[in-house]
């Protein structure tokens, strides 16, 4: 485990990370619902169900989100860039502080192998910065039951813990930083004209800290670095 000070994930303070979470479920009704009558499934219904299946779309490349500039939380500096990765025993850390229950999610899909952009964000010039790999699926995020910890939550608790994290792994520093601003242009192009990024969720869910991608949106960022920018 890397040093406390080294952070990921979202934090509260952090813009370009922070998502808004989905509102708990309200009262059920006071009064129980009549019963209805069960039929038989037909096969336009089964039909149905299956396309309906079928259509979920299964991620296995990934940007994720972190600090790579000082900044001070509670005492404690978060951050946390792909050099300092880089630099630690086997170029390996978890990706804990993760706070958000859709980033969390995304973070329960991954599997060992899968290819992730690692994102630097919150900085003076956010971007992509390399490209890392998961190593160790997810698993209980220590850090939400440390009270000294920027990322406790107090409403999770160890039978039931909320939060999880993955293990990453360095794989190299892109050939050149992409940043944001060339591939919000890149962005805006494929929105009006047809393109692979133009339905990145960097840009239509920015806030989140762990993003996936489609392999045509990876390959075509990777695909930059061999360019000029924009």
């Known amino acids: ?103 969390r999610n995304f973070m329960r899909n991954m599997k060992v192998g899968h290819q992730a952009f690692f994102y630097h964000s919150n900085c003076k010039e956010p971007g992509i910065a390399g490209v890392i790999k998961i190593v160790k699926e997810a698993y209980v995020d220590h850090t939400q039951f440390d009270k000294k910890d920027v990322h406790f939550d107090p409403s999770s608790k160890p039978e039931n813990p909320k939060w999880s994290m993955v293990d990453v792994k360095f794989e190299r520093l892109t050939k050149r930083f992409i940043p944001l601003a060339e591939l919000k242009k890149y962005h805006l192009q494929h929105k009006s004209k047809g393109g692979p990024l133009s339905s990145m969720a960097l840009f239509t869910r920015a806030r989140l800290s762990v993003q996936p991608l489609t392999a045509e949106e990876f390959d075509f960022v990777l695909s930059l670095e061999d360019t000029d920018a924009i």
């Open 1 to 103: 485990m890397p040093p406390k000070k080294r952070s990921r994930g979202a934090t509260k303070s952090n813009k370009d990370s922070k998502a808004l979470e989905a509102s708990p479920e309200g009262d059920a009704a006071l009064e129980e619902p009549r019963k209805r009558k069960r039929t038989a499934p037909t096969e336009k219904s089964k039909s149905q169900k299956n396309v309906s299946s079928s259509a979920v779309t299964t991620y296995c490349h990934w940007l994720m989100k972190s600090e790579p500039e000082s900044r001070i939380e509670k005492g404690v500096d978060v951050k946390f860039g792909i050099e300092d990765l880089k630099a630690l025993p086997n170029q390996t850390s978890c990706w804990d502080g993760v706070r958000n229950y859709q980033a």
